[in-house]
């Protein structure tokens, strides 16, 4: 079965300091993507990052960036420089060849001014 | 370009009834997908439609179903509701189907069965 976990139900962080967040899955795929999704109180789902995982070079968007490591299925997810508006639900999200995307159970994440 | 946008937003029913949301994707956008969000189960995968046509199609009984139009709105259907459907439905769209597409999702629709 195709499965996504995220193990850190809820992470804090200083305002202006680097969280990680953690994100493993379990595929038999040899092509497949990988996203991380920001979910705001305002439960609209905001795409922050994909990788593509026949590229070895890890994706960054401006403060966010992953560390993908293939052969561990890790995707974890840096946010540098934290802001209050970071706070929010995320959530690592699969995609094989199948379209569906498959997301784990989310990290809540809280930013501490 | 305008974003995903569904309606109504908030939907109070109750069980038995049934009820029917509604998907406009981006323009442009032809594949759009349904996904169930509960705070037990997460979010789960409905199904997806393409040039009118489903796709692909996740885990939930036959009282689930959808459609897409010829302009690629969707709506999805809950016959016979019961209170475990309370959920927030969310839609995603995007531009073609293909595993490097990726999904723009739309507020959701929050159902309430009492």
């Known amino acids: 079965a195709q499965t996504v976990t995220q193990s850190q139900p809820e992470m804090s962080v200083q305002e202006a300091e680097t969280v990680t967040l953690s994100c493993t899955y379990d595929t038999s795929e040899s092509d497949y993507y990988l996203f991380w999704y920001k979910q705001p109180p305002s439960r609209q789902m905001i795409l922050v990052i994909r990788?593509?995982?026949?590229?070895?070079q890890n994706a960054t968007e401006n403060r966010f960036s992953v560390n993908f490591q293939k052969a561990a299925k890790s995707f974890s997810l840096k946010i540098s420089d934290s802001q209050l508006g970071d706070a929010a639900m995320y959530f690592c999200a699969y995609r094989p060849g199948a379209q569906k995307l498959v997301f784990g159970q989310g990290t809540r994440l809280t930013i501490n001014p | 370009k305008a974003g995903v946008t569904q309606t109504p937003r908030y939907l109070i029913k109750t069980r038995g009834q049934q009820v029917t949301l509604s998907c406009s994707p981006i323009?442009?956008?032809?594949?759009v997908s349904w996904y169930q969000q509960t705070p037990g189960q997460g979010l789960q995968f409905l199904f997806e439609y393409f040039s009118e046509t489903q796709r692909n199609k996740g885990n939930f009984p036959g009282r689930f179903s959808g459609r897409q139009f010829s302009n690629s709105r969707s709506e999805m259907n809950v016959s016979t509701l019961e209170l475990g459907d309370s959920a927030l439905y969310l839609c995603?769209?995007?531009?073609?189907?293909?595993?490097?597409?990726?999904?723009?999702f739309g507020p959701g629709t929050r159902l309430l069965v009492l």
């Open positions: 990788q593509e995982a026949y590229k070895q």
């Open positions: 995603a769209s995007s531009p073609r189907q293909g595993i490097q597409e990726t999904q723009y």
């Open positions: 323009s442009g956008h032809r594949s």
